[in-house]
């Protein structure tokens, strides 16, 4: 782990994960790419962390997969945001804003 990438916190993954799809829709490790990117290299998910994540996630009908190829021409499979997801999304950020507010008052203390 290099000097400025940092352990997930519990709970962070699956509110990263829903940001990284977004709107659009990507392969798993398209995900991982671009959590690594709107974290600024802060956190790396590794497949052993992220697939059973995408797979609970999609249990909980957050997210919904479908087959595709990926730019590399292999068969991968691809996940978009539902609207379920969309709802999981503002109610993670709000829980998240509120977390971040508490512990900013009290590094400040």
Same mark, same amino acid.
């Given at each position: 782990?290099?000097?400025?990438?940092?352990?997930?916190?519990?709970?962070?993954?699956?509110?990263?994960?829903?940001?990284?799809?977004?709107?659009?829709?990507?392969?798993?490790?398209?995900?991982?790419?671009?959590?690594?990117?709107?974290?600024? =290299?802060?956190? #790396? &998910?590794?497949?052993?962390?992220?697939?059973? !994540?995408?797979?609970?996630?999609?249990? +909980?009908?957050? *997210?919904?997969?479908?087959?595709?190829?990926?730019?590399?021409?292999?068969?991968?499979?691809?996940?978009?945001?539902?609207?379920? =997801?969309?709802? #999981? &999304?503002?109610?993670?950020?709000?829980?998240? !804003?509120?977390?971040?507010?508490?512990? +900013?008052?009290? *590094?400040?203390?």
């Amino acid at each position: 782990m290099s000097q400025n990438q940092t352990k997930l916190l519990q709970g962070t993954l699956d509110l990263l994960i829903l940001k990284a799809v977004g709107d659009g829709e990507l392969h798993g490790l398209g995900v991982s790419r671009r959590i690594e990117q709107i974290t600024r =290299g802060t956190f #790396q &998910v590794k497949p052993g962390s992220l697939f059973p !994540a995408l797979h609970r996630m999609e249990e +909980a009908g957050w *997210l919904t997969p479908f087959w595709g190829d990926s730019e590399n021409n292999r068969r991968a499979k691809y996940y978009r945001r539902t609207k379920a =997801g969309e709802r #999981q &999304v503002v109610l993670e950020t709000k829980q998240w !804003a509120t977390i971040a507010e508490a512990m +900013a008052s009290a *590094l400040k203390a």
